[in-house]
DNA sequence: TTCCTTGCAAACGATTTGCATTGGA
DNA sequence: TCCAATGCAAATCGTTTGCAAGGAA
């Protein structure tokens, strides 16, 4: 998505809960629409530069998470990453890297992803659980790290 | 898998490295065997009783992971669960209700389950990564929660 | 002016570590 | 006996929160 529509979007979603799209917020969104996958607070932190404090960096991401603006990721042990929202970004899986823990989003042919939806109703259908999404992890070891 | 085949499998894996199969270590197996998904420190703290501080809990945790004997789960903000390694488990995957966070254990029909591999095998082929295993976390509302 | 937003510092919760003690081979 | 394992308390790390200052409508 070109980052001037990304950002109307986004704006439009933040207005109607009456959430000013601040400078802050911005460089946050900017900072996720170009990375590959999901980003810490201090990757985005180190990102964005202009030395944000954390405390106002976990407040934006916990604004855009209230306004579904971005998700929460926990595949690495003790902290967060979050990543634009799907109505964004299109649905999506992860590859994580096992020895360096960082994530990168794949998405998967559509055969294959009907498949899974497939699967994931067969769950449902056989238990109690109700089902709103799913994430494939696919773990293992990144380039860098081979 | 019968509790006394478990602890044989478990105790001649330590042993091939040289740790004890201690009874504060027996203690988590056991409970993680009863238990029907991943559970955190605290869980187990809670179902084991017997005050073991948690200092030595999380050491166990350690020693255990380090020795594939259980494996960490991290899809739930803040805490890390932990479960029986698949060589003891068989392979499965996730259900995550996103109320509550509690995780619970799923087997798929061998079916979906070969589709799922082929996914991997696919990816695997078109990218620098090198996929080793794979998980599929099923998010929604269990049934205590809606 | 009136709230929303931000910055700074202190507080928190999960996890880790140093060190002295205990316990099993 | 001797080193691995444990308990306790203090430290660490990611994250959250209270409160005062800054900023946009």
């Known amino acids: 998505m070109a980052p001037a529509t990304l950002h109307r979007q ?3 979603r933040l207005n109607a809960k009456d959430i000013r799209y601040t400078t802050g917020r911005r460089a946050v969104v900017t900072t ?3 990375s590959d996958g ?3 607070a201090a ?3 180190a990102k964005i530069g202009a030395n944000v404090p954390l405390s106002s960096l976990y407040r934006t991401l916990t604004v855009l998470e209230a306004a579904d603006v971005i998700t929460p990721h926990f595949a690495t ?3 967060a990453r979050y990543e634009l929202a ?10 994580v890297c096992i020895e360096c823990g960082t994530v990168e989003d794949i998405e998967v042919p ?3 992803e009907q498949q899974v939806a497939a699967l ?7 238990s109690s659980f109700t089902a709103s999404n799913h994430d494939l992890e696919i773990e293992g070891t990144c380039e860098q790290c081979s």
Chains 1, 2 share one sequence.
Not at 86 to 95: A, C, D, P, Y
Not at 120 to 126: D, K, L, N
């Open 10 to 12: 986004v704006e439009t």
């Open 32 to 34: 996720l629409a170009e």
């Open 38 to 40: 999901p980003r810490s």
């Open 43 to 45: 990757e985005l932190s």
């Open 77 to 79: 042990k003790g902290l």
């Open 86 to 95: 799907e109505w964004l970004t299109g649905h999506h899986h992860h590859l």
């Open 110 to 112: 559509p055969l294959y």
């Open 120 to 126: 994931v109703e067969t769950i449902a259908a056989t």
